[in-house]
């Protein structure tokens, strides 16, 4: 069972990371090392928008959906269902520029904010839902995609600028933790650093 576990992990890290990135260097991480990031890519956040995956299960489980692209994004309305957009948050630029429209593109009642919120941690553990809010957008971001992550940083920066809609706004990282303890068997697999 551990090995057909493992295989699953190596296939799965190898499928989500075939996007336009070459060389990925996959590291542990922690809350002090992505903060320190954020800070120094000259980032205006609080840590209550900063988010992590809860574990490396939940992380093969958003491989598996598709949900570890960068640069992407997961738009919910006020009633916390997703936004249909055509690439489940891989064209956030483009919806970025009919923002006033968003919240009253299709959803998918069966994806709720909630359901997302259970497989994610805020760094410093505050609720992000909120009664006074048009709709909520979480953008996928990794310091292992250094360049695509920089597009996911940029439509940070400008959705906090934006005054058309009042929105709830997160960064999600989807490196790998290292409160998720990752075994040594697992570290050498994934060719982690």
């Not at 799965?12 to 542990?28: E, G, H």
């Not at 959803?107 to 006074?132: C, K, P, R, V, Y």
Request: charged fraction near 25%; hydrophobic fraction near 40%; proline fraction near 1%.
């Amino acid at each position: 069972m551990k090995l057909i576990n493992l295989f699953l992990l190596t296939l799965v890290v190898t499928s989500s990371f075939a996007q336009k990135n070459k060389d990925i260097i996959l590291r542990i991480e922690d809350d002090s090392s992505l903060v320190n990031y954020l800070k120094e890519h000259k980032i205006n956040f609080s840590n209550s928008q900063v988010a992590t995956l809860k574990g490396i299960g939940t992380w093969a489980e958003f491989s598996r959906a598709k949900k570890l692209t960068i640069p992407s994004a997961f738009f919910f309305n006020s009633n916390r269902e997703l936004i249909k957009n055509k690439g489940k948050g891989t064209y956030c630029g483009a919806e970025l520029k009919k923002i006033e429209k968003i919240s009253k593109m299709k959803t998918d009642a069966n994806q709720t904010l909630e359901d997302f919120l259970n497989h994610i941690t805020i760094l410093d553990g505050s609720e992000f839902i909120d009664n006074n809010v048009d709709v909520y957008i979480i953008i996928a971001w990794g310091k292992f995609a250094n360049s695509q992550s920089q597009i996911s940083l940029n439509w940070f920066s400008k959705l906090k600028n934006q005054e058309y809609l009042r929105m709830k706004i997160m960064l999600l990282n989807i490196d790998l933790q290292e409160s998720w303890n990752v075994t040594d068997e697992q570290k050498k697999h994934l060719g982690i650093l």
